[in-house]
């Protein structure tokens, strides 16, 4: 048999009996401290460390936002609206101490999209209404068309008798969000999320709310929806009423300066007074010949301040503006404000089937226009000492386009169909495909608003 091999000192030593009773002693509290700790973790009654914790719902305060708002003294929105099929571009500036505006919206008129202008001061709200020929339908709601539109030789601006009556509040308090802000704040009822937005290169959480179809009178809010920042400051919103449709805009402070005032009386539509006349006789201003035909533009001052003309040919002119008893078209001369549609007036315009065209701009003195015509060179003119930029020249090529420089402003005018240089450049195509622009309304805007209304 084999002899059992030897084990090393180290085991008799572990295993020797001091060494087991020693094990044993220290064994038992050991056990015992590792139950008493895994009790001490499940004991409902010791303090525990904080678990993650979900985070909070999103909370809106549509009245703190509205106070926010205010206390930035002046933003800028720019966006849209949108109402039955049509829709345009707005954009606004207002201030808040005092509150003052200048809304430009473009209007779906006819083919195309005509620039309103809104004016407030304080408690009170101005329109200036695109003109709107005779056979020109327009695509405005109900009896906003009434508000928005004006008939060629009517006085441009008109007073808005109750900024707060319902069908007019959509269109004078909707692009101040601390307005729109305020009468959601009113009915009570609460904010809820809505889907985030990416705004500026950031994702802006929403909030919306649904308001009852009754009691938030005389708004006629139907839903707004807002995304807002880290401040809970909107920087977008969109809103609907029941009269109107659809606003969207973006929101931003703005820094320069703000200066608006109440248009002038000469300006206003006053259905009280009649409208003006010549009170003398009328005098040459202008003598050019067009397609063979000798032509003179006359001119006379009138009441309120504005001027008539009218031009004497052989066939007789046939002009879009409506004539007096004194056989002119009077108009509101060029104001010395701050807005640059109002640099501008229109007194002449040959009618369809003329066999010449003539357009008799209204301007500062010395004002530079360049008439640009389809499928032809431009023509340039100069404002004289009366103010008169003249264009004469056979039925074709229709001009389309007429690029005006003002001492302090610069403006686009083009007649209803062609709003800015992007839509005359589309439809240069040599003119006859243009035939529909003969005799039709023109406006003119600040080339700034041109372009952002040209969407």
Not at 68 to 96: H, K, P
Not at 218 to 239: K, S
Not at 299 to 307: H, V
Request: charged share 20%; net charge negative; hydrophobic share 40%.
């Amino acid at each position: 048999m084999r002899p059992a091999p030897k084990r090393p000192p180290i085991h008799d030593f572990w295993f020797s009996p001091v060494l087991r009773t020693l094990r044993t002693v220290l064994a038992g509290p050991l056990l015992i401290a590792v139950m008493v700790g895994a009790c001490s973790a499940n004991d409902p009654n010791e303090p525990q460390p904080d678990a993650p914790q979900p985070d909070a719902p999103l909370q809106f305060d549509p009245a703190k936002a509205a106070a926010a708002i205010r206390a930035l003294d002046q933003i800028e929105t720019q966006g849209e609206i949108r109402s039955g099929d049509g829709s345009g571009a707005m954009r606004a500036v207002i201030g808040y101490a005092p509150y003052r505006y200048l809304v430009r919206s473009a209007i779906p008129v006819a083919r195309t999209k005509q620039s309103v202008t809104f004016v407030g001061v304080g408690e009170r709200a101005w329109v200036r209404r695109a003109v709107l020929g005779p056979t020109d339908q327009a695509a405005v709601p109900g009896p906003m068309s009434l508000v928005m539109l004006r008939a060629p030789g009517a006085p441009p601006y008109l007073e808005l008798a109750d900024p707060n009556e319902e069908r007019v509040w959509s269109v004078t308090a909707m692009f101040d969000p601390a307005r729109v802000l305020d009468a959601a704040a009113a009915t009570g009822v609460e904010f809820e999320t809505a889907g985030a937005q990416t705004i500026d290169g950031a994702e802006r959480p929403g909030m919306r709310v649904e308001l009852p179809s009754s009691g938030n009178e005389p708004t006629g809010l139907r839903d707004v929806t807002v995304w807002i920042d880290d401040d809970a400051l909107p920087v977008r919103i969109a809103a609907t009423t029941a009269q109107f449709g659809e606003v969207r805009y973006d929101i931003e402070r703005s820094r320069d300066p703000l200066s608006v005032d109440a248009p002038s009386a000469a300006a206003v539509d006053d259905p009280n007074v009649p409208l003006p006349d010549a009170t003398a006789p009328y005098s040459a201003v202008a003598e050019t010949a067009a397609a063979g035909i000798s032509i003179t533009v006359l001119s006379a001052p009138a009441t309120r301040g504005w001027t008539c003309w009218k031009v004497e040919s052989d066939p007789p002119f046939r002009g879009l503006q409506d004539t007096r008893a004194s056989g002119g078209a009077c108009v509101v001369p060029p104001l010395p404000d701050d807005l640059p549609e109002d640099r501008y007036a229109i007194p002449l315009s040959s009618a369809s089937g003329m066999p010449y065209t003539l357009l008799g701009f209204l301007l500062p003195p010395g004002s530079e226009v360049e008439f640009r015509r389809f499928g032809a060179e431009s023509v340039s003119t100069t404002a004289g000492a009366t103010g008169l930029a003249l264009y004469t020249g056979p039925p074709a090529p229709i001009v389309g386009l007429a690029l005006v420089t003002t001492p302090d402003a610069d403006l686009v005018c083009g007649p209803v169909g062609v709003d800015n240089e992007a839509d005359f450049t589309a439809r240069d195509t040599g003119g006859g495909a243009n035939d529909d622009l003969v005799g039709t309304p023109w406006n003119c805007l600040s080339a700034a608003d041109a372009r952002a209304l040209s969407g």
